[in-house]
T-cell receptor, first 114, second 113 residues
Framework: EAGVVQSPRYKIIEKKQPVAFWCNPI?????LYWYRQNLGQGPELLIR????????DSQLPKDRFSAERLKGVDSTLKIQPAELGDSAVYLC????????????FGPGTRLTVT | AQSVTQPDIHITVSEGASLELRCNYS??????LFWYVQSPGQGLQLLLK??????LVQGIKGFEAEFKRSQSSFNLRKPSVHWSDAAEYFC???????????FGTGTRLLVSP
């Protein structure tokens, strides 16, 4: 079974530029998460989707961040415009039925804003 | 305030020695508890989890963890560390389940020859 796929793996942009990250969850997983992991910190949840619906976006900075999950499968996280403080690793995770009680993480996208 | 604390930023252990990584949480009820490992350039991999029942849980790669309600702790242990165990370890708590996790700041494990 393929794991969570993310692209790109690395991205370097100048501040004020837009950037987008893509995630393909494990097949059949209805729940998708986006996390941000700052250097030396643990991941922090940005947004959680149940199918196409964003059920928890309380930690998403909505002035510059947006996300979508069309058709309840792939998801895109966008930042526009990027700021220096957005430099971090952006992790995508997915989970399936409640009985698994587990989130499966992708390798992440390391964003550097210069 | 609700929090997850991993008091050790770095730990160095000799190969073959035992390991214990500490995790404390401050939540009212018994939350869902997890340990994840992150190798350089990799995503997080679940080592083990606790929801209820036996307070000593076994995980992958020879790891185990013990939930102690009285100490609000969920420490990770391994009897004999291998060089391949060098990585960052994160304790995570799900106050209301497994779908909303709060992570600690992590402990970086270094393994010396």
């Amino acid at each position: 079974e393929a794991g969570v796929v993310q692209s790109p793996r690395y991205k370097i942009i100048e501040k004020k530029q837009p950037v987008a990250f893509w995630c393909n969850p494990i097949s059949g997983h209805n729940t998708l998460y986006w996390y941000r992991q700052n250097l030396g910190q643990g991941p922090e949840l940005l947004i959680r989707y149940e199918n196409e619906e964003a059920v928890d976006d309380s930690q998403l900075p909505k002035d510059r961040f947006s996300a979508e999950r069309l058709k309840g499968v792939d998801s895109t996280l966008k930042i526009q415009p990027a700021e220096l403080g957005d430099s971090a690793v952006y992790l995508c995770a997915s989970s399936g039925t409640a009985s698994s009680y587990e989130q499966y993480f992708g390798p992440g996208t390391r964003l550097t804003v210069t | 305030a609700q929090s997850v604390t991993q008091p050790d930023i770095h730990i160095t252990v000799s190969e073959g020695a035992s390991l214990e990584l500490r995790c404390n949480y401050s939540y009212g009820a018994t939350p869902y508890l997890f340990w994840y490992v992150q190798s350089p350039g990799q995503g997080l991999q679940l080592l083990l989890k606790y929801f209820s029942g036996d307070t000593l849980v076994q995980g992958i790669k020879g790891f185990e963890a013990e939930f102690k309600r009285s100490q609000s702790s969920f420490n990770l242990r391994k009897p004999s560390v291998h060089w391949s165990d060098a990585a960052e370890y994160f304790c995570a708590v799900g106050p209301t389940g497994f779908q909303k996790l709060v992570f600690g700041t992590g402990t970086r494990l270094l393994v010396s020859p």
